[in-house]
């Protein structure tokens, strides 16, 4: 079965940086989007950033211009590049990928924590 295997996640002070990555392990559909959510505690699990295999992205609130996603569809990976860190982008980072077609599967990794603190 396919399994999103995340990396990259940990503790930074703020301003710092840090960049995850997700590898998609098996066999998607060629028409897909990849990116990222994130859950911290209290709140509801929302939309980080979003790269679909025809080229666009999409970002959530408050994180456009600090944190940029790419993807390398030879390694069939995604990236998140976390910049100008702050406390409040403390949570767990959840891998997502989508099958675009019709009838696709949602998938997602098992989460990595990334620790915003002096």
């Known amino acids: 079965q396919v399994q999103l295997l995340e990396s990259g996640g940990g503790l930074v002070q703020p301003g710092g940086s840090l960049r995850l990555s997700c590898e998609i392990v098996g066999s998607i559909s060629s028409y897909n989007a990849m990116g990222w959510y994130r859950q911290a505690p209290g709140k509801q699990r929302e939309l980080v950033a979003m790269s679909f295999s025809t080229g666009p992205t999409n970002y959530g609130d408050g994180v456009q211009g600090r944190l940029i996603i790419s993807r390398d569809n030879v390694l069939n990976t995604v990236y998140l590049q976390m910049n100008s860190l702050k406390p409040e982008d403390t949570a767990v980072y959840y891998c997502?990928?989508?099958?675009?077609?019709?009838?696709?599967?949602?998938?997602w990794g098992q989460g990595t924590q990334v620790t915003v603190s002096s």
């Open positions: 997502n990928a989508r099958e675009l077609n019709r009838g696709g599967a949602d998938l």
